[in-house]
């Protein structure tokens, strides 16, 4: 765990494209610095920190969304910081959104969520900063499981690494 956010790294007039590679495949991400740059700076410097690597897809709902990025494998886990969300015109609006997971407004952290619809009560509550861009069907095929149902779950599907490219 980190005790405060992280220093400002990105440029957010480049380009960042994340390459989650799970036990199931690649999922490959255009994130949007330009539009929230505080998620995506967090998001980069996790990911250049190991800080995902075998962390499960800890909440997959069919249909809906799959989310990672809690080392508890718990959904209340986070990287000991929380940044303010970011609101911009992005929407929820088709499969395959990034938003960050929260647990009430500014309370973003290193769990994120993949899409697999459109899903507009989302929109204005939390942090759209990627766009799946290829690998979608890999999330829709990660291991469904929902921790808020109690009972015994399978195992989650394990994100091996997360590299980004900068250009």
């Given at each position: 765990?980190?005790?405060?956010?992280?220093?400002?790294?990105?440029?957010?007039?480049?380009?960042?494209?994340?390459t989650?590679?799970?036990?199931?495949?690649?999922?490959?991400?255009?994130?949007?610095?330009?539009?929230?740059?505080l998620?995506?700076?967090?998001?980069?410097?996790?990911?250049?920190?190991?800080?995902?690597?075998?962390v499960?897809?800890?909440r997959?709902?069919?249909?809906?969304?799959?989310?990672?990025?809690?080392?508890?494998?718990?959904?209340k886990?986070?990287?000991?910081?929380?940044?303010?969300n970011?609101?911009?015109?992005?929407?929820?609006?088709?499969?395959?959104?990034?938003?960050?997971?929260?647990?009430g407004?500014?309370?973003?952290?290193?769990?994120?969520?993949?899409?697999?619809?459109?899903?507009?009560?989302?929109?204005?509550?939390?942090?759209?900063?990627?766009?799946?861009?290829?690998?979608?069907?890999?999330?829709?095929?990660?291991?469904?499981?929902?921790?808020d149902?109690?009972?015994?779950?399978?195992?989650?599907d394990?994100?091996?690494?997360?590299?980004?490219?900068e250009?």
């Open positions: 765990q980190f005790t405060q956010c992280p220093p400002f790294n990105i440029d957010p007039g480049k380009q960042y494209i994340a989650i590679h799970t036990e199931k495949g690649d999922i490959v991400i255009q994130l949007f610095p330009d539009k929230a740059p998620a995506v700076n967090s998001f980069v410097f996790l990911a250049r920190q190991n800080w995902f690597n075998g499960t897809f800890h997959v709902i069919t249909g809906f969304a799959a989310q990672a990025g809690d080392p508890s494998g718990t959904g886990g986070n990287p000991g910081y929380f940044f303010n970011e609101i911009s015109d992005l929407k929820f609006d088709k499969p395959g959104m990034v938003g960050m997971a929260n647990s407004p500014d309370t973003n952290g290193s769990q994120f969520f993949i899409t697999f619809r459109p899903a507009p009560h989302l929109d204005g509550k939390y942090t759209v900063f990627g766009q799946v861009i290829s690998g979608l069907d890999v999330a829709e095929n990660l291991t469904p499981r929902d921790p149902q109690g009972g015994t779950l399978p195992p989650g394990k994100i091996l690494s997360v590299d980004v490219e250009k």
